[in-house]
């Protein structure tokens, strides 16, 4: 056989190997070779059982994404699947690195499953806006149960080994060192089995209290998504007495649905966006990278913690800088304190809470910073501070470490000309939380060394973010294009629209929360402390009456004790006074209006980021939206939504405001373009 599909015979067993890198994607030629492999299998006598096996790190990660969208290359996995499940010799599916999605649907078209310890299988497809297609949903429920099939269906995380053991998904555990020739030996074992177990053989018993259990539970994660609710019908399916063709017949009817879907294509969009986004133009992927052994953090507030908090849990060890002892025992203690509350909800064992504070030097010597091989500068933003910690930091460091600020605006180059290195210099924009938040814009200062960028955005994986290259301009790409959208919002409060009805489109749309709950949470106050006797705007004017936002429990809105918002009639008064100062009639403001204003403002930004060469390209900017700000993935992040809009909508939407509109927005609207391919 040729092609990515092998096999050998082992006497009586024929093993049939997979070798497609990097994940063994089943795409037409793994289709095709498995089809060979099975019917190689049956047609020789000498074999009694087959296992179905996969080289390199993983066993089959899934359908080949790639594919979707084209037409399908027979023979389709549905019916690769079939064909393992009809087989009259016993098939075993040997799992090693993760069984996933159709990879996980091979498996149990399979007759016994074997795996090593640490594998792990799952129905991720929920989170590209699809569901296991290859009879998944009618598989899991006759095997493991209706509660287990809507938790790894609709939610698509994978699950354990050991989990998967109990729950009946796998038979056997093989050690972790001799899957090949466990499995060789357990498909002897059982080569004589009669009749074969098969899972369409099953019966699922329905479950309606568990349904309605997992559908309200899970209410908030599943908000705005379609995916979720097709998984949930086709376990339903499963076992509401329907024949297992029946089952499938639906299954696949709503796989269909969801394949030719919007949300599907931005969830498929953002799966690659944010690999593609790892990737640096013009940088050499196999470049040498700088070692980093030991960090450094200087400042020991919400954001250092936070920081540190992600190399520490990658058990790299940090040493943290405050000027006061009180200051530094608070933020050593806060990160404890973070990783207690962890372990209490049973994410972390002890052992590890203990791990990760021993990995920790909290000092007040600035000194002991020249033993890192990068250091993170996290104090507060003010140009002067800076430069004087990085003149501070250009003395002591040692060659060769990596400086870089945690700025979320200022000017890298100016940072960075303080210092004699500055190809040394970077900026490594953390968003809060942020031992949370995933995203990390890596800022590329005009003469950042290429090693240095690469070893931040390696680095980036290792502390589970996701990164992304940014140039240096006001705010880089994520805040950059937060200011019109916060400019415009307020002006219109100014207009009529009050902060409620702003919010609630923002949250219809998808948003975690609307542009006033933001500014709520974050702190009415920001910037306004530098100058308290300012009054210009409507947010100076809640500030200076200490509507600070929810930790003063008023600021756009007024909070009870379970910080839950009211509209607040004193903000309307303070905006009702403004409007009479700026001498502006009260109008209806159309919700339409503010989508117009206030997102397709945030694309004319984007384009800009895009045309200054801010950004690498377009699908970044969507990364860093979904990930630092809670852009609906649904919707593919801010660029690739305006693409569904429609570029031309886009365009006229901000000319009726009278709003500048970008060239490269207008260019790509007139010759019917897109953002993203
Ligand atoms: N199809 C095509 N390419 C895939 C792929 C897939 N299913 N899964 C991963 N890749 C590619 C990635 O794009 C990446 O390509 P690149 O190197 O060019 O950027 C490369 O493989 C390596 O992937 P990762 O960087 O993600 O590698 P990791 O080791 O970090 O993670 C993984 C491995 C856990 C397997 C992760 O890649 C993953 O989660 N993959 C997707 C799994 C999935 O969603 N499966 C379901 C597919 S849909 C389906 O099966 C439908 C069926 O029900 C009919």
């Not at 992927?285 to 052994?293: M, N, Q, S």
């Not at 002890?350 to 250091?375: R, S, Y």
Request: proline share 5%; net charge negative.
């Amino acid at each position: 056989m040729t092609g990515p599909i092998t096999t050998e015979l082992h006497d009586d067993v024929l093993v049939i190997i997979s070798n497609n890198p990097p994940v063994n994607a089943l795409g037409a030629a793994v289709r095709q070779g498995l089809e060979a492999g099975i019917k190689q299998g049956l047609a020789n006598p000498q074999v009694k059982a087959m296992v179905i096996r996969c080289d390199g790190r993983t066993f089959f990660a899934g359908a080949d994404i790639t594919e979707f969208g084209k037409p399908m290359q027979e023979p389709g996995l549905p019916t690769v699947v079939d064909m393992i499940e009809a087989s009259d010799k016993p098939v075993v599916a040997a799992i090693h690195g993760t069984a996933l999605g159709g990879g996980c649907e091979v498996t149990l078209g399979c007759h016994y499953r074997i795996a090593v310890p640490s594998a792990k299988i799952g129905t991720p497809e929920v989170k590209l806006g699809l569901l296991p297609g290859a009879g998944g949903t009618q598989r899991i429920p006759r095997i493991a149960g209706v509660k287990l099939a809507l938790e790894m269906t609709a939610k698509g995380d994978p699950i354990p080994a050991k989990l998967a053991l109990s729950a009946g998904l796998i038979d056997r555990l093989a050690g972790e060192d001799s899957l090949v020739a466990d499995a060789i030996a357990f498909a002897r074992d059982i080569a004589d089995t009669k009749p074969l177990p098969r899972a369409r053989d099953k019966v699922a018993q329905a479950d309606p209290d568990a349904v309605a259990a997992f559908k309200k539970d899970n209410a908030k994660r599943f908000r705005g998504f379609e995916a979720p609710a097709a998984n949930i019908a086709c376990v339903e399916k499963a076992a509401d007495g329907s024949s297992f063709d029946e089952g499938i017949a639906f299954e696949r009817q709503e796989f269909m649905k969801l394949m030719m879907g919007v949300q599907s294509a931005a969830q498929r969009h953002i799966f690659f966006a944010e690999r593609q986004a790892a990737k640096i133009d013009g940088i050499d992927p196999k470049i040498a990278l700088r070692e980093i052994k030991r960090v450094g953090v200087i400042g020991a507030g919400t954001m250092g913690g936070g920081i540190s908090m992600n190399f520490l849990s990658a058990g790299i060890p940090v040493t943290i800088v405050e000027m006061a002892q009180d200051a530094l025992d608070r933020g050593a203690g806060t990160i404890r304190k973070n990783y207690e509350a962890s372990a209490a909800k049973g994410r972390l064992k002890p052992e590890q809470v203990e791990a990760a504070m021993g990995a920790l030097n909290p000092t007040l010597d600035f000194e002991a910073l020249a033993e890192c091989d990068l250091i993170i500068e996290a104090v507060y933003e003010n140009m002067d501070v800076k430069k004087d910690i990085f003149t501070r930091l250009d003395a002591i460091a040692k060659p060769g470490a990596i400086l870089a600020s945690n700025t979320s605006y200022l000017d890298i180059d100016e940072i960075a000309s303080v210092t004699k290195r500055p190809g040394d210099v970077v900026g490594m924009h953390f968003f809060s939380p942020a031992n949370v938040m995933k995203l990390l814009e890596v800022v590329r200062g005009a003469q950042t060394e290429d090693d240095v960028l690469a070893t931040v955005m390696a680095l980036s994986k290792t502390i589970k973010k996701v990164a992304v290259v940014a140039g240096v301009c006001d705010g880089f790409i994520g805040n950059r294009m937060l200011k019109p959208r916060q400019v415009e919002a307020m002006k219109l409060l100014m207009e009529g629209a009050t902060p409620e009805q702003i919010d609630k489109v923002h949250v219809a749309f998808g948003m975690p929360m609307g542009p006033f709950q933001m500014s709520d949470l974050a702190g009415v106050d920001i910037g306004w402390h530098r100058d308290p006797n300012r009054i210009e705007n409507i947010r100076d004017a809640l500030a200076a009456e200490g509507r600070w936002g929810q930790k003063t429990a008023k600021g756009f809105y007024d909070y009870d004790e379970k910080r839950n918002p009211t509209p607040s009639p004193r903000v309307a008064e303070i905006i009702e006074d403004f409007r009479s100062k700026s001498n502006l009639q009260k109008r209806e403001i159309s919700d339409e209006e503010i989508v117009e204003k206030t997102l397709y403002t945030m694309v004319n930004e984007g384009a800009l980021i895009l045309e200054e060469k801010m950004a690498q390209r377009a699908s970044d900017i969507d990364v860093v939206w979904i990930y630092g700000y809670g852009w609906p993935v649904y919707r593919g992040g801010p660029m690739f939504w305006a693409d569904t809009e429609g570029l031309k909508t886009i365009v006229a939407g901000l000319e009726k405001h009278g709003f500048a509109v970008a060239e490269l927005l207008k260019s790509k609207a007139e010759s019917g373009g897109r953002f993203n391919g």
